[in-house]
């Protein structure tokens, strides 16, 4: 398996509770939109606590990027890297992931599970391939939305926000449900008349519930493209 020791080359703070690091791309690493790795802690008895992480930068840039949500209600490895600093080291392997651009629709995320979504889209804006997708971003407050200034300025009017804990103008609030898809989602062909395609990624719960309300709107599951864990 490849292996690579890394630099963190910076961390800035996305939300209250994500951050955005920046760490050294070594020579020759490659990697596609929307794919991940795994990751570990570069210090004792670290080196094999791993977990995936999604690329959120793009191939071309000269750094890798990641941005993760750290869970501080147990001691685990994202709650460790909130604690990492400049100059600290991580492990990263080789690239993997099922979501990949397939053609126009509506990325479907829940929470930290946009971030397969966020190099895509970026990738598509800097193609000026970004007409005809749309992205529909749940979340618990308005405060735990990640990047919200970033999506509307790649998709405008495009980006639909669902908040299920909190009440803000502008803002739809309840959970995903059919018939909010129904009414989002801007039917299920694409104006040239192709089908249009649909990317879930967040909680396997989320993902489930949202993959059988686009069954029941007459989706089929080869026009689904997901994240499998």
């Known amino acids: 398996m490849e292996q690579h020791i890394v630099k963190i080359i910076s961390i800035d703070k996305v939300t209250h509770d994500v951050r955005r690091y920046k760490f050294e791309k070594p020579a020759g690493y490659k990697f596609l939109p929307g794919q991940a790795t795994e990751v570990s802690i570069n210090k004792p008895g670290m080196e094999e606590e791993k977990r995936p992480f999604t690329f959120t930068g793009l191939n071309e840039w000269d750094h890798l990027e990641f941005t993760i949500k750290s869970y501080n209600d147990h001691d685990g490895v994202t709650?460790?890297?909130?604690?990492?600093?400049?100059?600290?080291?991580?492990?990263?392997?080789?690239?993997?992931?099922?979501?990949?651009?397939?053609?126009?629709?509506?990325?479907?995320?829940?929470?930290?599970?946009?971030?397969?979504?966020?190099?895509?889209?970026?990738?598509?804006?800097?193609?000026?391939?970004?007409?005809?997708?749309?992205?529909?971003f749940a979340n618990k407050t308005r405060a735990d939305i990640i990047l919200e200034n970033d999506f509307r300025k790649i998709l405008a009017i495009n980006f639909i926000n669902i908040l299920s804990d909190e009440k803000v103008e502008g803002y739809e609030c309840g959970l995903i449900s059919e018939k909010f898809l129904k009414e989002y989602i801007g039917g299920i062909k694409n104006s040239d008349g192709t089908q249009k395609m649909f990317y879930l990624c967040g909680a396997p719960p989320m993902m489930d519930a949202v993959e059988k309300q686009l069954n029941n709107l007459g989706i089929d599951n080869n026009f689904i493209v997901k994240e499998e864990f």
């Not at 629709?105 to 190099?119: D, E, L, M």
């Open 79 to 136: 709650k460790k890297l909130g604690k990492l600093v400049p100059g600290d080291e991580l492990i990263i392997r080789d690239v993997w992931g099922t979501i990949n651009y397939k053609g126009p629709g509506v990325f479907i995320a829940g929470g930290a599970g946009v971030t397969p979504f966020i190099a895509i889209l970026r990738d598509l804006a800097n193609r000026n391939l970004i007409d005809g997708n749309k992205l529909i």
